[in-house]
């Protein structure tokens, strides 16, 4: 499971790049459509490597307009709830191999103070009751 993890992200930040990526070309260049698949190519590429980079590196190019400067201020935000979920996911990731780890070599590593519990006693070692 681990070893798809990367792929899941990059599937799910190309998603949110795209989806930032169309809404900026939809803000910028409002009635002006191309009829030339090339430019209109160019056009997307650029909005989706401004889109990636923001939400992967960081920084924000200061828009020029008050719809282009909202649309980056919801880019910033998405950034942080993704990098706030990733930490936690990280976290709880790590913490449960950590539980995994401990409770292949002994369940009772994770005791109070650290340390094992005495085995159980034998059979000949218990107390005999007499009635």
Not at 20 to 25: D, G, L, N, S
Not at 60 to 66: D, I, K, M
Not at 84 to 107: C, E, P, V
């Amino acid at each position: 499971r681990a070893s798809e993890l990367p792929a899941e992200v990059i599937a799910f930040m190309a998603m949110l790049s795209h989806l930032f990526a169309c809404v900026r070309r939809a803000i910028e260049h409002e009635g002006r459509d191309s009829t030339d698949f090339a430019q209109a190519a160019q056009v997307y590429y650029d909005c989706f490597a401004w889109a990636y980079a923001l939400l992967t590196f960081g920084g924000v190019a200061e828009g020029v307009t008050p719809a282009m400067r909202m649309l980056e201020l919801v880019l910033v935000t998405v950034r942080g709830v993704v990098l706030a979920q990733g930490t936690r996911a990280s976290m709880l990731f790590s913490i449960a191999s950590y539980h995994r780890s401990a409770g292949a070599h002994s369940g009772d590593d994770l005791q109070p103070g650290g340390g094992r519990t005495a085995p159980p006693p034998s059979r000949s070692e218990r107390p005999r009751h007499v009635a």
